[in-house]
Nanobody, 124 residues
Framework: VQLQASGGGLVQAGGSLTLSCTRS????????VAWFRQAPGKEREFVAG???????TYSDSVKDRFTISRDNAKNAMYLQMNSLKPEDTAVYYC???????????????????WGQGTQVTVSS
């Protein structure tokens, strides 16, 4: 399984970006998948994810601003980010977990595969 994240960039506060994650080797539709981010000097944190075939789950810091979606036909997952803030600046990673339980969805150590990361920088 290989994950490829893309779509990061530099945007002004209040702007929008859409991240994409494509997968080769395995479908997304039954596995748990998520977006994480890591800012310099900070731990990797959960942003949004799907537990298996359920609906999206979000961290409190991005709820109502970010939307996670997936296209099983394209083996892709997306993160639409609106109303971006400087504190959203980080490297964003997509991840796939094969046998997660619901309570571990937000734990980065529960995931088996990771994309390479894409930088998102929000200027004030």
């Amino acid at each position: 399984v290989q994950l490829q994240a893309s779509g990061g960039g530099l945007v002004q506060a209040g702007g929008s970006l859409t991240l994409s994650c494509t997968r080769s080797g395995r479908t997304f539709n039954t596995d748990s998948v998520a977006w994480f981010r890591q800012a310099p000097g900070k731990e990797r944190e959960f942003v949004a994810g799907f537990f298996r075939t359920g609906g999206g789950t979000y961290s409190d810091s991005v709820k109502d601003r970010f939307t996670i979606s997936r296209d099983n036909a394209k083996n892709a997952m997306y993160l639409q980010m609106n109303s971006l803030k400087p504190e959203d600046t980080a490297v964003y990673y997509c991840a796939l977990g094969l046998r997660l339980i619901l309570s571990s969805l937000r734990n980065p150590h529960s995931y088996d595969y990771w994309g390479q990361g894409t930088q998102v920088t929000v200027s004030s």
